[in-house]
């Protein structure tokens, strides 16, 4: 038998969230071994979307431009197109994704980071060659099949694909980040709230030009809705895989009434209704089939085992949420993990993962569960209906164009449904604005800010305990920098202001009691990072002499609305709480 492999984290699964969580812990240098059922990673594109708070925590890795160069930029990301066809008539179009004059400047004030759209087969490459150059042991074909824990530590057992032999892993903590089919839940008995197989779709990438159809519009999706479906996603949705030339055509089915046809001729034929152009040439890649779930895990933990990712949470990819929370939960973990293996912090920080990721999690399943249900008003506003026929449905469509009141009372109509689909495309709110309350953040008593505006549209920044740091651009060296270029890092930092200079003893003496490097940075008018803008002094919501003490993944652990009297005592009661220290 293969002797035992003794590692401190064994992660099981090698997608975004898995391949992210490998390359923090490498970058932190801590002993994990990564494994995964398959020879590589992803072969299609599956998810696409990501948002400015995944591109921020790749700003953190290092990866931000090596993601950027390979995805499709937000400028070309905005037109959300409704028509009958690509090449027939276009019925709504709705800017997106903050590409809409309305919504960028509330994205670009947000954030260091603009969204891209990175098919999953483009990404994870990227992630994986992250994890790689920084040391990480991972390992392809290498499939798990069991796991048990008890007091000391997990043991697992894995397969290797190739020869079959199985080989024991003994680790000091585990990580599910193995899909919506996760082995680990399944074996360890994670108990899941929600339901699964709420529907059906289909995944066609292919190659068609569509240049002719798409360059002056363009855009990540495209959806066709012809008569005789009354399913929410129309009679196809095209998602841009590369512009104009590669598309994935999704589509819904009931499998109650069987499964969809998925000869190659019979996808070529809906492909080409949808594009309404014969002329085309069509060349399918790939076809695969995914269900609709709608579910959250009771608890993100048991002893020693930890689910990130769609194993945690399995929701529809309205809002383009999937692979952004998976990244952003190992963004949560990865920290903890290290600070805790090496000594730093107290195991009891690891138990701060469920407490602040699962309401997130629950909270992104059920905007895209709701975003799902919200798009029905658009089939109605069409005039489309279960068990009509096509006539009466293309006859429905022209009314809706038609002069006269019922046509205005039906262009109205259509009009509010189209704005509805905000929440899911322009939800920044929900995008960026995820707030940790928990052991490890100390609640300085203040009320959170009454949001100005709807907080799920919109951003509100704030630098109450628990928060993201907001984003202010700082100049720095001559050089531009955000905020959030001051921070994480795998480190702690502290900021203060002009006077605030004495928590840098402060920060120096907490972090010699106990044993964790704390970064110090004054932002002001000619202080080392300058708010040339006076930008910052708007968001930071503390005096010039105050502090924030940012954590690692970039949320506020604690702050000081002013110099304290002993701002060492303060700061290391402050320390040790957001690191769960004895
Ligand atoms: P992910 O599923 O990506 O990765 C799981 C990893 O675990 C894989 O590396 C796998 O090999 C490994 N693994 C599984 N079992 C294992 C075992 N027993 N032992 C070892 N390794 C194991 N989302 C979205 O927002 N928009 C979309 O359009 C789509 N489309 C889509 C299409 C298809 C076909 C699928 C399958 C999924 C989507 N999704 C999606 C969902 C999206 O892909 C998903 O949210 C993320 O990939 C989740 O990332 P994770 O890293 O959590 O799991």
């Not at 087969?121 to 042991?137: C, N, S, T």
């Not at 969809?260 to 492909?271: F, I, M, T």
């Not at 652990?557 to 957001?578: E, H, M, Q, V």
Request: with cysteine; aromatic share 6%; proline share 6%.
């Amino acid at each position: 038998d293969a002797p035992t492999i003794e590692t401190d984290v064994l992660v099981v699964g090698a997608g975004p969230a898995g391949l992210t969580l490998a390359a923090l812990l490498a970058a932190e240098g801590v002993d994990a071994i990564t494994v995964t059922r398959y020879p590589g990673t992803a072969h299609s594109p599956r998810a696409h979307i990501t948002n400015q708070r995944t591109m921020e925590v790749f700003r953190d890795l290092g990866i931000e431009d090596d993601v950027r160069a390979v995805a499709t930029p937000n400028e070309l990301m905005g037109n959300n197109v409704w028509a009958t066809s690509f090449a027939d008539k276009e019925i709504a179009r709705l800017l997106t994704w903050g590409s809409g004059d309305e919504r960028r400047t509330d994205y670009d004030l947000a954030s260091p980071s603009a969204m891209c759209n990175i098919p999953q087969h483009i990404l994870e490459p990227v992630l994986h060659r992250a994890a790689a150059d920084r040391g990480a042991d991972l390992r392809f074909s290498t499939e798990l099949v069991a796991i048990g824990q008890d007091d000391d530590g997990v043991t697992a057992t894995v397969r290797h694909r190739d020869t079959g032999a199985e080989q024991t892993i003994r680790a000091k903590y585990a990580v599910g980040a193995d899909g919506g089919r996760s082995t680990v839940a399944e074996e360890l008995g994670f108990e899941m709230d929600g339901e699964m197989g709420l529907g059906a779709a289909v995944n066609v990438w292919l190659e068609a030009d569509l240049t002719a159809y798409t360059a002056h519009r363009p855009g990540t999706l495209y959806w066709m809705c012809q008569p005789g479906n009354d399913y929410w996603v129309g009679s196809g949705t095209w998602i841009c895989v590369k512009p104009w030339t590669e598309w994935v055509m999704l589509f819904m089915y009931d499998p109650s009434q069987g499964e969809p046809d998925l000869s190659e001729e019979a996808v070529v034929a809906r492909a080409r209704t949808t594009i309404g152009d014969p002329d085309v040439p069509i060349t399918i890649k790939n076809i695969s089939k995914w269900q609709i779930n709608h579910v959250v895990a009771r608890s993100y933990q048991q002893g020693r085992v930890f689910l990130a990712g769609d194993a945690a949470h399995r929701h529809p990819p309205a809002n383009g949420l999937g692979t952004n929370t998976s990244i952003q939960d190992s963004f949560n973990l990865g920290w903890k993990l290290a600070h805790v293996l090496q000594g730093k912090a107290g195991p009891e920080l690891l138990d701060t993962y469920d407490t602040e990721r699962r309401p997130v999690g629950k909270q992104v399943v059920d905007r895209a569960m709701q975003s799902v249900r919200d798009m029905l008003p658009i089939s109605q506003a069409l005039g489309f209906a279960p068990e009509q026929t096509a006539e009466d449905g293309w006859r429905a469509l022209d009314e809706l164009f038609a002069p006269g009141a019922d046509g205005e009372e039906r262009r109205r109509s259509l009009d509010a449904a189209v704005a509805l689909q905000n929440y899911q495309f322009n939800c920044h709110g929900v995008e960026l604005d995820q707030r940790y309350a928990s052991a490890a953040v100390t609640d300085d008593g203040t009320p959170w800010p009454a949001p100005e505006r709807d907080p799920e549209l919109y951003h509100h920044p704030t630098t109450h305990p628990g928060a993201r740091l907001p984003h202010a651009w700082l100049e720095h060296d001559g050089a531009t920098v955000s905020t959030l270029d001051l921070v994480g890092h795998g480190r702690f930092t502290v900021l203060t202001g002009i006077g605030g200079e004495p928590w840098a003893d402060a920060a120096a003496k907490a972090a010699a009691d106990l044993g964790v490097a704390v970064d110090v940075r004054v932002l002001g008018h000619h202080c080392e990072h300058d708010d040339v803008l006076a930008r910052w002094v708007t968001l930071r919501e503390i005096d010039d002499t105050g502090a924030l003490l940012v954590r690692p993944d970039h949320h506020i652990a604690w702050r000081a609305p002013r110099l304290a009297d002993d701002p060492a005592a303060d700061l290391t009661a402050a320390l040790r709480t957001a690191l769960r220290h004895a």
